[in-house]
């Protein structure tokens, strides 16, 4: 007897559907009822481009101007990232999130929620899963006749010799591509973040204010990424103060001068790295004022503040995870399988998630599984185990007797059940029979052998054995993607 006590099975279709999933038969239970949904089609639209922006000419385009005012520059990247090894292998935006889903699909999902369908995404680091990813999910998803996801891949050219060097080169260098179509404004987003926003209530408070920038700014979070800085605002919410704080180096402060401000500061928020630029004011900051600048966050917003521009603060008081660090991130996964109405929700049909549609087979339970509290994604192979409070990614596979708690299983890209090779090859991809994982990060395609203890059992909080295939970072172990863990060994 399968025993699911409030567990979550995704399906892979490129939006969220209700809890409760059943994969493979498009059969959703929900509500005591089943409901059986016939398959949809592809999109046929070829709706989505990949640039190598060190073309000199423009871009042979596949569809006609649009004619949407805004368009969204999503980075793939985070600064600094904290999420090591997760980002051994990919970008931040290419992590993993939720069982089925990339960190990436919230925020494209949000741009496709608010009617903002001309979407650039500027990839660099570790961008070949990122790439595929997009190239993959959103040709045409929710997009329109008109609208686009084009993948922009950091270049060398005659005239720059180096990598992008920040969010604000890599804007800057890529202007010839972005100024196309007849756009007013930009939206900066990271692409890395986990958040449900509506943006065009961000867009009708930055027109209603005649601002030329505005920075969304969250005023319910206390912890966050120091990179973005504070805010101190007025009554009318205008930046009159802007604090930032790097490590290892002071504090730096920009005031407006009190004859550009009516009031003194009257609040204090948390940027959150989003900012709606007008078009002219981004080619002027970028080109003229700030030439050698390199990032948004801490040369563009305070240079603009600074001579004298009109900068406002939307303020945002939903759920935001900036992702700052492998803790962040265990504790967004452990959310996504609790009923509360607390973190992300993935189950929004008003603002769905928008992700790969893979067209794996269902998940195959056995009778004498237990599952608690989880979610568990496509094609997954659980064979008499007991899975509580813990996500479990596309193709897991599980054997008998196993025992997984508070943990995030991020599965595997291939089937492989069968031994292959010698030596350490023959463990198979997956978690072996009798292995016990509490508290741990799995990343893909790591072969967890049989009689495993994952338990962190010297209650270390940090530890880097990666060269033994895991760390750990506050507390939580996390495997490394591929690692090898032998039969019998404890961690």
């Not at 900012?275 to 917003?301: G, H, Q, T």
């Not at 338990?455 to 990666?466: G, P, T």
Request: glycine letters at 8%; charged letters at 20%; a neutral charge.
């Amino acid at each position: 007897m399968v025993i699911l006590q409030r567990s979550f099975i995704h399906t892979s279709l490129v939006s969220t559907q209700a809890k409760h999933h059943i994969t493979g038969s498009d059969c959703i239970h929900e509500k005591g009822s089943l409901k059986l949904h016939s398959s949809l089609p592809p999109t046929p639209s070829p709706s989505l481009l990949i640039t190598n922006s060190q073309q000199s000419q423009t871009p042979t385009l596949l569809f006609p101007p649009a004619k949407q005012s805004v368009a969204a520059i999503v980075f793939g990247d985070g600064h600094e990232s904290q999420l090591y090894p997760l980002t051994k292998r990919r970008s931040q935006g290419a992590i993993p999130i939720a069982a089925n889903y990339r960190l990436i699909d919230s925020v494209v999902s949000n741009c496709i929620s608010s009617n903002i369908n001309h979407i650039y995404a500027l990839t660099q680091f570790n961008s070949t899963s990122l790439n595929s990813h997009l190239s993959r999910a959103y040709s045409g998803v929710g997009l329109g006749n008109e609208g686009f996801v084009e993948v922009i891949a950091a270049y060398q050219s005659p005239g720059n010799n180096g990598w992008f060097q920040g969010t604000a080169d890599a804007v800057r260098r890529c202007l010839w591509v972005l100024e196309e179509y007849p756009m007013t404004e930009f939206l900066v987003l990271p692409g890395h973040h986990l958040y449900s926003m509506d943006y065009q209530k961000l867009l009708k408070a930055h027109r209603d204010s005649k601002a030329h920038i505005t920075v969304a700014a969250s005023i319910a979070r206390k912890l966050h990424d120091p990179g973005f800085g504070f805010l101190d605002v007025n009554s009318e919410n205008q930046v009159v103060e802007f604090r930032l704080k790097l490590e290892g180096k002071p504090v730096n402060v920009v005031s407006v001068s009190s004859s550009k401000s009516k009031d003194t500061a009257q609040n204090s928020m948390t940027s959150m790295g989003i900012y709606l630029i007008n078009r002219d004011i981004m080619k002027r900051l970028l080109e003229e004022d700030f030439p050698k600048a390199n990032e948004f966050a801490s040369e563009v917003i305070p240079g603009a503040i600074s001579i004298g521009m009109k900068v406002q603060a939307y303020g945002f008081d939903g759920y935001w995870e900036d992702m700052r660090n492998i803790e962040a991130f265990y504790q967004a996964n452990m959310q996504s399988t609790k009923d509360a109405d607390v973190g992300y929700n993935f189950y929004d049909r008003e603002s769905p998630v928008y992700t790969l549609r893979r067209c794996l087979p269902p998940t195959h339970i056995t009778d004498d599984c237990v599952i608690t509290n989880s979610v568990i994604g496509d094609g997954c192979i659980l064979n008499g185990c007991r899975i509580k409070d813990t996500v479990i990614g596309t193709r897991t596979r599980i054997g008998d007797g196993a025992m997984i708690e508070n943990s995030v299983i991020m599965g595997s890209t291939i089937y492989q059940l069968q031994t292959e090779g010698g030596g350490k090859r023959k463990v198979p991809i997956g978690i072996g029979e009798h292995t016990f994982v509490r508290k741990a990060i799995i990343d893909k395609n790591a072969r967890i052998g049989k009689n495993v203890k994952i338990m962190n059992k010297d209650k270390a909080q940090e530890a880097d054995r990666e060269a033994n295939g895991y760390v750990i970072r506050d507390g939580i172990v996390v495997v490394v993607r591929s690692a090898v863990i032998p039969d019998g060994t404890i961690l």
